[in-house]
């Protein structure tokens, strides 16, 4: 079977982290090649430009250009040639969480993000994402345990609510790319919803 391109998306704290471990494992135990990748970064020059996305003020425009730009190398760079090649791609976050985060979270607006997003891909869409959704009142108290903010984990409940609802409008727009998981479960039930969309695609 030739490869696929998977992401992983969700508020922060949902838990993606385990799960896409898990993932690399069960594909590399089929014999499978895989790339293990994250947006914003993904390339040495995208990893330059998280930091800057990450920790540096800016405003909208800017901040969106910058994860387009970073998202650019990374698919000509990485994901294009390992998707050739025939390996698996596995990302933490892609385009959907400039719709979340920019567009819900930050109130850009959504006919840039859609202009933006066919020039700098195309029509190269992931095969599958997993979209983790949870109320973010959970996520927070997940993170709150966790380790320094940066400048989107130390947004408010209000804010998260909006990335919340604007991912879940993009897998309502496109249900048959998205598998939304229930990520207020325990890590083992949530592990088994993802098996179980695995299986119904005969992918693992
Ligand atoms: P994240 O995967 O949470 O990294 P880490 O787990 O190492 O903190 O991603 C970093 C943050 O970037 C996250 O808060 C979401 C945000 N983000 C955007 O705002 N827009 C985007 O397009 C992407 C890809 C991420």
Redesign the pocket.
């Known amino acids: 079977m030739r490869g696929k391109f998977i992401t992983f998306e969700g508020?922060?704290g949902a838990g993606?982290?385990t799960h896409m471990d898990a993932l690399e494992q069960t594909l590399r135990a089929q014999g499978r090649e895989v790339v293990r990748t994250?947006?914003?970064?993904g390339t040495p020059l995208a990893e330059k430009l998280?930091g800057l996305?990450?920790h540096d003020a800016m405003d909208p425009l800017t901040?969106?250009l910058l994860?387009?730009a970073?998202?650019r190398d990374h698919l000509t760079q990485v994901i294009e040639p390992a998707l050739a090649r025939g390996a698996w791609v596995i990302c933490?976050?892609?385009?959907?969480?400039?719709?979340?985060?920019?567009g819900g979270?930050?109130g850009f607006d959504l006919t840039v993000l859609n202009t933006l997003e066919q020039w700098v891909q195309g029509e190269r869409q992931p095969d599958l994402t997993f979209l983790f959704d949870l109320p973010p009142a959970i996520a927070a108290q997940r993170l709150a345990a966790a380790?320094q903010p940066?400048?989107?984990?130390a947004?408010d409940q209000a804010f998260f609510t909006k990335?919340r609802e604007a991912y879940l409008a993009r897998q309502q727009a496109q249900p048959a790319r998205f598998a939304l998981i229930q990520a207020d479960q325990a890590p083992e039930a949530v592990g088994k919803q993802i098996g179980r969309v695995l299986a119904d695609k005969g992918w693992a």
């Open positions: 508020i922060d993606k982290t994250r947006e914003p970064g998280r996305f990450l901040e969106t994860v387009f970073g998202r933490d976050r892609f385009t959907d969480a400039t719709f979340a985060y920019q979270g930050r380790r940066d400048r989107f984990e947004q990335v």
